[in-house]
């Protein structure tokens, strides 16, 4: 068994992570760290855990022999005690789930977090990774393939819909890890991105559409995204979207259309509490870890909708 402790555990962050462990069949928590509610049932912060084996908050660090995976669910994680936890257990695999200064303690610079794009990186032997904002996540998978073949050579217009709660602090990070990671895939990429948010009516679902400058036939777009045949949670689809179909799940589905032949049009659904969030953060574990990449996150049950 994987032994996991959860620094920030009563965090929405932590709690939504919690969720998820509590039925990883490869994890054992050993410590759910939360300064402040030591002594506590989780049951007293975050819901879904009534009837559940009890678990309890500590303030106390967990010991290096109790430790495989840290997941740092907020940003105030000691760095004296993360470099003392690292330095006792050097194999220790730490998953910030909010970017920090903190990582300097660790001494090693983590992986961006992003299995579509980096999970080579990922299960060759990191210790490391940072988990990206939820909408650099969503939006990086829709282009990354138009990235990869140097399609993007145009301004971006990426408007996207989100809880209210997550607009602030996400979409500041997200505009600055979109940009940094389409010019590390194509060097060339220097357009301007443009990055409206509004709020959402759900609190567990993100929708982004993508406009952009392209020529380029649907058809032709459309195999560039085979690229995503290996992998498990990023899907075009061609049909309609809903958001009920990514409620509780780590899948980021898409549409892609041309508007016009000069204009590409993309359209992402995904959950934000999970898709650059604690989705991510055991997608990303699974992978440095060695376990398949969808051990824990399975088909969760989500809103009931008639089809039609």
């Known amino acids: 068994m994987i032994k996991v402790a959860i620094f920030g555990a009563d965090s929405p962050k932590g709690g939504e992570l919690a969720r998820i462990l509590l039925n990883h069949p490869e994890v054992e928590m050993t410590a759910l760290v939360a300064p402040g509610q030591e002594g506590k049932n989780v049951t007293a912060v975050h819901h879904g855990f009534y009837g559940e084996e009890p678990l309890y908050f500590t303030s106390i660090f967990p010991s290096p022999k109790d430790t495989d995976v840290l997941f740092v669910a907020s940003g105030n994680a000691p760095a004296e005690q993360l470099a003392s936890l690292k330095k006792e257990n050097p194999d220790l695999i730490t998953i910030f789930m909010e970017p920090s200064e903190e990582y300097r303690s660790i001494g090693e610079t983590p992986v961006y977090g992003l299995p579509e794009i980096n999970r080579k990186p990922l299960v060759r032997g990191a210790t490391a990774a940072v988990i990206p904002s939820p909408p650099a996540s969503a939006t ?33 990070k997200a505009e600055n890890e979109i940009e940094e990671m389409l010019v590390s895939v194509q060097k060339s990429f220097e357009k301007k991105i443009e990055l409206p948010v509004k709020p959402s009516p759900s609190t567990r679902s993100m929708e982004i559409d993508i406009d952009l400058d392209c020529s380029i036939n649907l058809e032709h777009i459309l195999e560039l995204y085979d690229m995503y045949d290996d992998h498990r949670f990023a899907f075009p689809v061609s049909g309609r979207l809903s958001c009920s179909d990514i409620k509780a799940t780590q899948k980021c589905l898409f549409t892609i259309s041309k508007p016009s032949e000069s204009t590409l049009h993309i359209h992402v659904v995904a959950d934000p509490r999970m898709r650059g969030g604690a989705g991510e953060a055991v997608h990303v574990m699974n992978l440095l870890c060695g376990l398949h990449e969808k051990t824990g996150l399975g088909l969760k049950t989500s809103d009931f909708i008639q089809m039609k």
Request: charged share 20%; net charge negative.
């Open 140 to 172: 990086l998978v829709a282009l990354y393939p138009l990235a990869v073949n140097m399609i993007l050579n145009s301004s971006l217009r990426i408007e996207v819909t989100m809880p209210e709660d997550m607009m602030g602090a996400e979409i500041r």
